[in-house]
């Protein structure tokens, strides 16, 4: 019993009781057979197991689960700026009902200072963009509307920076992509858990859902893996290959998050590239749909029009939001189908217009555009979305339940 107490005495703590291109055919494979790995190595006595699990963190907030979440994103700077008005009238006013707000955004910062008592608080890496997240998260519980925290995991140039030896190093310097940005190791039990405590303290401020964004290798990882230096971690006996690799740390880093956020009773959601479900996975990012899908409440996929090239037979997607849209629900559907405990699923669609797309690729979007794709998951059995405009601009008069 030495051990079972000790650990029930971690499990406390940790919890803070006290402190209350081409075309793809969809892959038919059956369910993959994923088991997550073992992180607690501690012996566990099955008294002080069943006990932990009766455990629910309250943060003293309600927020019912929609009928169907229908939900717009909001930056730090909308949160906790003047326009954070008008988007808790448009919610309002129209069959909106969730907003998505980023509590680590993508440089990397925590977008809200963490009181001292927090344990996130010494890392410095907080910004005052939402001076007070609860009295916004009572605003909006206020007003019924379903809060979700945005986490982007292992996009984060501020950790690989302060902590080169969580990143990729080209040389003796940092690496950086072509837009500046630095990712921090998926391998590393260190970064599943920074990111994994920012979510934990998300539940507490009273968050009803945590959407990790992010949840991959950089783009294109598998052309410059052998040429940068990095640690495997725990992967560094694994005897598969480096594309599986990389599978496995992805998907157990969302099995591990999931399970560490289970006494806090929210949403695991979990953004990913909307053509990962056309292929049988993602070779040099480390995402398989899948698997990730296998062990999440929600999937997101980032399926915007303007994003795809050449899709499904579609020459320009972005002039055809529903025939893209709806081609894409078929696939995603059929897979999702092979699951035994599939999860909601709950595309991103596009609410801004490409123009970087060039004249005769892109269309401006509105009204018309954004309806069209809503039809188009409504038309495939899929009742939830999520609007992207990254400006926080959305489209007037939009019908969202067509």
């Not at 009766?54 to 019912?64: I, N």
């Not at 717009?72 to 909106?96: H, K, P, Q």
């Not at 696939?331 to 970087?356: G, K």
Request: net charge negative; aromatic share 12%; glycine share 6%.
């Amino acid at each position: 019993m030495a051990k079972s107490w000790k650990w029930l005495a971690i499990f406390a703590a940790s919890i803070n009781i006290a402190s209350a291109g081409n075309v793809y055919a969809a892959e038919e494979d059956k369910a993959p057979d994923f088991t997550p790995r073992a992180y607690h190595t501690v012996e566990m006595d099955s008294r002080v197991l069943a006990t932990s699990k009766l455990y629910k963190f309250d943060s003293g907030l309600e927020f019912a689960y929609p009928d169907a979440v229908r939900g717009i994103f909001v930056t730090a700077n909308s949160a906790g700026g003047e326009r954070f008005d008008s988007l808790i009238n448009l919610v309002d006013e129209t069959d909106l009902n969730t907003m998505v707000i980023d509590i680590k955004e993508d440089i990397g910062h925590l977008t809200y200072i963490p009181e001292e008592s927090s344990a996130l608080a010494e890392l410095g890496m907080g910004k005052a963009l939402i001076k007070d997240p609860r009295a916004m998260l009572e605003r909006l519980e206020d007003k019924e509307i379903y809060p979700i925290a945005r986490v982007v995991v292992f996009k984060d140039t501020v950790l690989a920076e302060s902590k080169p030896e969580l990143t990729f190093m080209d040389g003796d310097q940092v690496w950086k992509n072509n837009r500046g940005e630095s990712f921090v190791n998926p391998f590393l039990q260190e970064v599943w858990d920074h990111n994994v405590q920012i979510a934990i303290e998300a539940a507490k401020l009273g968050f009803k859902e945590i959407q990790f964004d992010y949840v991959r290798f950089p783009e294109g990882f598998e052309n410059r893996a052998d040429d940068l230096s990095y640690s495997l971690g725990d992967y560094a006996d694994s005897e598969v290959d480096p594309v599986q690799r990389r599978v496995e740390a992805v998907t157990d880093f969302v099995a591990y998050a999931r399970e560490q956020l289970e006494p806090y009773g929210v949403e695991v959601s979990v953004d990913i590239f909307g053509y990962a479900a056309t292929l049988k996975e993602a070779p040099g990012i480390g995402q398989n749909f899948s698997k990730i899908s296998g062990n999440v409440d929600v999937i997101s996929s980032m399926i915007y029009p303007s994003h795809w090239t050449s899709y499904f037979g579609i020459a320009k997607p972005d002039l055809e939001p529903y025939q893209l849209v709806a081609e894409y629900a078929k696939v995603e559907n059929q897979v999702l189908s092979t699951l035994d405990n599939p999860p909601v699923s709950r595309p991103w669609l596009q609410d801004f217009t490409a123009s970087y797309l060039g004249s005769g690729n892109y269309m401006r979007y509105g009204k018309t555009e954004v309806e069209a794709q809503i039809k188009a998951l409504n038309d495939n059995g899929i009742d939830e979305f999520l609007l992207w405009n990254a400006s926080n601009s959305y489209s007037p008069g939009v019908d969202y339940t067509p």
